[in-house]
């Protein structure tokens, strides 16, 4: 259970942190050891403690051009920014006016630490003013007009010098001047964070009173950081106690941490032979990785503009593919890169880039690249060939155009599973006719599913809508398509018939299959459901429905739409019970808790309201009465995501089996019945891993492998993959659909030292 080819670790995500510089994880290892002892000590162990963090500070002064301004250590630039936005806005509690309207303002793209920060100072101190984000162009450049109206009221501004995902800087003295010459006394704040290394800094020359840093952004331990403090400017102790930092900021120094800082002062004081190289070197290493990037991917997209960002920073989308399924690519090349903050992994959407104002799919698709001065040229070379490795890896997949040979490609047969944010397009293969179908055709996936159909040398015989979308366009028309009179869901006006269960259904013949239609109005006037019935020996099996929004994992579809009709859902869920059996595998439209696929069965277990359609329980009366009051819970993504399914139950948690390393390779010898299924792409695997495993089902494949196995969910399977992440999101969706031993390797392949 070993990958037989790892390469060398390329780490491209430093605005997250840096590795620690060996010179400067020396000399804290050093002072541990040897100058261990408490700066504020009288005797010669303390004195010399003490000489480290004085000598520490004149170098952090020099680099910053702080004056007499002063230079406190912290923990990082958290407590940085608590430590200036509360001196501000104690300072300026005492010149509150009564009944007077007061704002504080902080740039729409700056990190959640500050507005949090001044939102929570703002509470606690009891000032009650007015939170107000500065807007931000395209190009992520503040809005001085904005800051031109509102800083005459302001008590305190913040603002930053360097985003943390885009590397956008801001033009500090034309900022300086609008903000002074509305507001002479306001509090100004930057964040400095991504600026050390990267921008000149002359502070005192400025009127910043407060600028927050963090040691681990440039090649120091986490842990450490400091803040500028602009002579005369208000203070208030952010942390009480022993009196350490001549009373500003107490407990006791972080002298490994100082003696790391020292170090790297040293580098960005030194004129020549620093290990931190050039700017016009960073400059090129941008350069060298954009082409790179739109020699592999020439459809990419970059959200920041090079000529006002610096030049450690790449932030770029790429058409058709989610921010996760590059990350996962980059990562089994082993790039590190990020979707953005790393504060914020969690979240899908870049709060920076809708505040630019970018299109939603460059939000969600985000990734961001980024290096720090002491990245080499070879780490450079190395990157840029790695990438074009990655698109070839995508070729070969069928993911991508590709220049060259994929001969020896893996025919696609069955079921695949898109997802853009939470809607669903479903492809159905059949390898042995050349054919293939598409249900509910999203816009943002008509390349990959085009490139796909071109690569695999399939026929599209239809491209299908379940109904009248209201959160997308339908894309049919950007396929080639038979020419053939169709109604408005892409449906065939001339098809042939077939019976099952005593009903007529229009359907579409196509290799050993049937697509057949089904009305299914509800959700809208015009939905209907698509039947895949599948021939064995003379009898047709239903394999897969299609149902659109009428029955979602956890949900019914919504009917408080102007052509809905909860009466005809309920009508539609009883005939559709009367065709499907209760493990019928249900592939609707949308997915909104990576569920996947669902049955009739599944879902009655934890949604009362259909149990009791199922079970004739309840009259058509008492659920339209129901569901208006369910349908009242709906609430749209603030315009940008309109829900289509009204959650009436939670997401289902099951116990797993959850494997170390260790143990599943013990468990493994003594069960050879065992199953280990790797869940990651396909083409995650053409970069040189080795396919040491039973199985390869990737997310997209998941419900096609649900439905191979349908009859047969006792063997006991183990899912693993890079993280962990996806195989127990995956182990949880079979386990709801009746896979009674499943397992999954917990932290996945990164835990793995020889991994």
Avoid at 133 to 144: E, K, S
Avoid at 205 to 225: E, Q, V
Avoid at 333 to 362: E, H, Y
Wanted: glycine share 6%.
């Amino acid at each position: 259970m070993t990958e037989d080819t790892v390469l060398p670790q390329i780490y491209l995500d430093a605005n997250a942190t840096t590795p620690v510089l060996e010179q400067a994880a020396n000399a804290a290892l050093i002072t541990m050891k040897t100058m261990f002892g408490n700066p504020s000590s009288s005797h010669i162990t303390g004195l010399q403690a003490k000489q480290l963090m004085e000598q520490t500070r004149q170098k952090a002064r020099a680099v910053l051009g702080s004056g007499n301004g002063r230079v406190i250590f912290t923990s990082g630039a958290t407590e940085g920014i608590q430590t200036g936005i509360l001196s501000a806005l104690c300072e300026a509690k005492k010149q509150i006016e009564p009944h007077k309207q007061y704002t504080l303002l902080y740039g729409a793209t700056e990190h959640k630490a500050v507005p949090e920060s001044l939102k929570h100072w703002n509470h606690i101190l009891e000032i009650n003013a007015e939170v107000k984000a500065i807007p931000v162009d395209n190009a992520g450049n503040l809005d001085f007009d904005f800051i031109a109206r509102e800083v005459p009221n302001a008590l305190m501004i913040c603002t930053m010098a360097v985003n943390n995902e885009t590397g956008v800087y801001q033009d500090l003295n034309a900022l300086e001047s609008v903000i002074r010459t509305h507001n002479a006394d306001v509090f100004w704040m930057v964040d400095c964070v991504q600026a050390l290394g990267k921008r000149n800094l002359n502070l005192a020359r400025t009127t910043i009173d407060y600028a927050p840093f963090s040691g681990h952004k440039l090649y120091a331990p986490k842990g450490i950081g400091f803040v500028y403090i602009r002579n005369n400017a208000p203070f208030t102790p952010f942390i009480a106690g022993g009196g350490q930092e001549s009373g500003l900021r107490s407990g006791t120094e972080n002298l490994p941490g100082l003696a790391a800082l020292d170090i790297i002062f040293d580098e960005l004081l030194k004129e020549d032979g620093s290990q931190f190289v050039s700017v016009d070197k960073l400059h090129d290493y941008r350069n060298q990785l954009a082409q790179a990037l739109t020699r592999a991917f020439p459809t990419i997209v970059f959200n920041n503009q090079f000529s006002n960002s610096v030049p450690t920073t790449l932030n770029f989308a790429i058409p058709g593919f989610s921010s996760k399924e590059i990350m996962d690519l980059f990562d089994a090349a082993n790039i590190r890169v990020s979707s953005g903050s790393a504060c914020s992994s969690k979240v899908t959407r870049s709060f920076v880039l809708d505040a630019m104002g970018l299109p939603a799919w460059q939000s969600e698709s985000a990734i961001r690249m980024s290096y720090g001065p002491a990245t080499t040229q070879t780490e450079i070379d190395a990157a840029c060939e790695r990438i074009q490795h990655c698109a070839q890896a995508l070729g070969h997949s069928c993911l991508m155009q590709a220049h060259h040979d994929i001969d020896n490609k893996e025919a696609l047969d069955g079921l695949v599973q898109f997802k853009v944010g939470g809607a669903c397009c479903w492809l159905f293969a059949d390898k042995q006719a050349k054919t293939a179908i598409i249900i509910d055709p999203l816009p943002e996936l008509v390349e990959r599913l085009n490139t796909i159909l071109e690569c695999q040398q399939l026929t599209l015989l239809a491209a299908l809508d379940t109904h009248g979308h209201a959160d997308h366009e339908s894309s049919r028309v950007a396929f080639s398509l038979p020419k053939q009179a169709c109604d408005h869901l892409g449906w065939p006006t001339q098809t042939t018939t077939m019976e099952y269960k005593g009903q007529q259904l229009a359907c579409i013949p196509f290799g050993h299959y049937h697509l057949a239609k089904l009305p299914t109005p509800g959700h809208t006037e015009d939905s209907v459901s698509f039947i895949l019935f599948e021939q064995q020996q003379d009898t047709p099996v239903i394999k897969y429905v299609f149902c659109g929004d009428l029955i979602l994992m956890g949900a019914l579809g919504r009917t408080n739409f102007p052509t809905s009709s909860s009466s005809a859902m309920f009508s539609s869920i009883q005939l559709l019970a009367t065709l499907a059996t209760p493990d019928t595998l249900l592939c609707p439209s949308h997915d909104y808790n990576n569920e996947f696929a669902t049955t009739l069965s599944a879902e009655s277990s934890r949604n009362g309201t259909l149990k009791r359609i199922l079970c004739d329980e309840i009259s058509v009366t008492e659920f339209v009465e129901k569901k208006a009051l369910i349908d009242q819970n709906i609430v749209d993504d603030a315009g940008s995501e309109i829900m289509c399914g009204a959650t009436v139950c939670s997401k289902d948690q099951f116990s797993l089996h959850e494997y170390t390393a260790s143990e599943l390779a013990e468990h493994m010898q003594h069960n050879n019945n065992l199953l280990l299924i790797d869940i990651r792409e396909p083409h995650e695997y053409a970069l040189n891993h080795n396919r040491a495993f039973d199985q390869n089902v990737p997310l997209t494949r998941l419900t096609d492998f649900i439905g191979r196995h349908n009859q047969d969910k006792s063997t006991p399977l183990v899912l693993v993959c890079r993280s962990g992440s996806r195989s127990q999101v995956a182990a949880q969706a079979l386990a709801r659909l009746g896979f009674n031993n499943i397992g999954h390797l917990k932290g996945g392949y990164a835990l793995i030292p020889s991994a």
